[in-house]
């Protein structure tokens, strides 16, 4: 028989917050988080979210031991003021048994029938900055720091359940020798000068704070169009601003501003710290610290999280900018492999800006969807 308990203690968010390291204990390709990372952002005092959001945290129990756990989740911004009655599910994770996974999902349900909304989305985060989809190709090459790995029985858990898939993402590789300067340098300069618009690099991390509330007014009025999409608020993006942008190489973040200094293009791209998050091991002490600092520094791969152009210079080429900047860079710190992180498959103006790259498709994961009415 399968207990469930709901988290109520700091004991309990740790044990749910911990789960995952022993259900992937033996696997190569999981990247641990940072487990007092992870506690913090489930902290209603910590994590700004909470001011529009809401969360219920469950542990599955199977003979007194822990085999499973979910977030149970309603944003309050998404229900309200765009009027999709979803409840959100995530940090799902469970053994391989279907009576776990089916009590954890039915609590989901539940919850979401309370607050009378209509249909249920997972795995996603509070927000389009959190991670999101299970993972149904590729589970042999190491997960990303920004996404979720899991088992391959996941996905017949999810049918089981009765849920369809929602939306596909997808993660693409390429070698940096991809990289032709000839492709971009060029239109680069005759876009530049036809808008006006000039390349904006960093050295210190303190230079570029005085840009990042611009920054994410513009990722909002980029990725609006876009399927469930929520806002950033201004307590949001002060709480990003801490929990990330020292967080990231200051040569990795690049703007392009027209001829008034408005931002009209930003790249965000970090070092590859999966190796280095499996080395400590949910941990910064006492040498976990050591290997992010060293990654951060020397991994010779990029990952590309973020990257917006404003809806009035989409399709006009202004990522060549952005590609020229990146391409000096990466040649000055040796970077070998570009890696970019879940991407909507139906995207089709990402797969333009990438499409002289040749990449190549590393891994898909997917939302699954079941309606609650």
């Known amino acids: 028989m399968i207990k469930l308990k709901e988290v109520k203690t700091k004991?309990?968010?740790?044990?749910?917050?911990?789960?995952?390291?022993?259900l992937?204990?033996?696997?190569?390709?999981?990247?641990?988080?940072?487990?007092?990372?992870?506690?913090?952002?489930?902290?209603?005092?910590?994590?700004?979210?909470?001011n529009d959001a809401e969360a219920r945290l469950f542990l599955a129990y199977k003979d007194n031991e822990i085999v499973g756990r979910v977030a149970a989740i309603v944003n309050w911004l998404e229900i309200n003021g765009q009027?999709?009655?979803?409840?959100?599910?995530?940090?799902?994770?469970?053994?391989?048994?279907?009576?776990?996974?089916?009590?954890l999902l039915d609590k989901v349900i539940e919850i979401g029938k309370k607050h009378q909304l209509e249909y249920t989305e997972g795995p996603v985060g509070f927000s389009n900055l959190d991670k999101v989809g299970v993972l149904t190709e590729g589970f042999d090459s190491i997960s990303s720091m920004v996404t979720w790995y899991n088992h391959a029985y996941y996905i017949k858990h999810y049918e089981a359940a009765g849920f369809k898939v929602e939306k596909t993402y997808i993660e693409s590789v390429f070698p940096f020798e991809n990289v032709k300067p000839e492709f971009f340098?060029?239109?680069?300069?005759?876009i530049k000068r036809r808008y006006k618009l000039r390349a904006l690099n960093f050295a210190k991390t303190d230079d570029?704070?005085?840009?990042?509330?611009?920054?994410?007014?513009?990722?909002?009025?980029?990725?609006a169009s876009l399927s469930s999409f929520?806002?950033?608020?201004?307590?949001?993006?002060?709480?990003?601003?801490?929990?990330?942008?020292?967080?990231?190489?200051?040569?990795?973040?690049?703007?392009?501003?027209?001829?008034?200094?408005?931002?009209?293009?930003f790249a965000i791209v970090m070092p590859s710290f999966s190796e280095a998050l499996q080395k400590a091991k949910g941990r910064l002490f006492?040498?976990?610290?050591?290997?992010?600092?060293?990654?951060?520094?020397?991994?010779?791969t990029a990952d590309f999280y973020l990257i917006g152009v404003h809806p009035d210079y989409q399709n006009k080429g202004v990522h060549a900018v952005i590609f020229n900047e990146?391409?000096?860079?990466?040649?000055?710190?040796?970077?070998?492999?570009?890696?970019?992180?879940?991407?909507?498959?139906?995207?089709e103006a990402i797969k333009k800006i990438w499409k002289h790259f040749d990449p190549k498709v590393l891994k898909r994961r997917k939302t699954f969807r079941k309606e609650l009415t």
């Open 11 to 22: 004991k309990e968010l740790k044990a749910f917050v911990k789960f995952p390291f022993k």
């Open 24 to 50: 992937y204990k033996d696997s190569k390709y999981w990247t641990p988080p940072i487990i007092s990372q992870e506690i913090k952002s489930f902290n209603k005092k910590e994590n700004p979210v909470f």
């Open 83 to 103: 009027n999709q009655k979803k409840m959100r599910f995530g940090w799902f994770d469970f053994i391989d048994d279907l009576e776990v996974s089916k009590t």
């Open 185 to 190: 340098y060029k239109a680069q300069e005759i």
């Open 208 to 223: 570029v704070m005085p840009y990042v509330d611009k920054m994410f007014d513009l990722f909002n009025t980029t990725y």
């Open 230 to 265: 929520v806002a950033i608020n201004d307590i949001q993006k002060a709480y990003f601003k801490k929990k990330f942008i020292s967080f990231i190489n200051p040569e990795f973040i690049k703007f392009v501003l027209d001829e008034q200094n408005e931002l009209v293009a």
């Open 286 to 300: 006492p040498f976990g610290f050591k290997h992010i600092l060293d990654a951060k520094k020397n991994s010779k």
């Open 326 to 347: 990146y391409y000096e860079t990466f040649k000055k710190r040796g970077i070998e492999t570009c890696y970019r992180t879940p991407e909507l498959e139906d995207n």
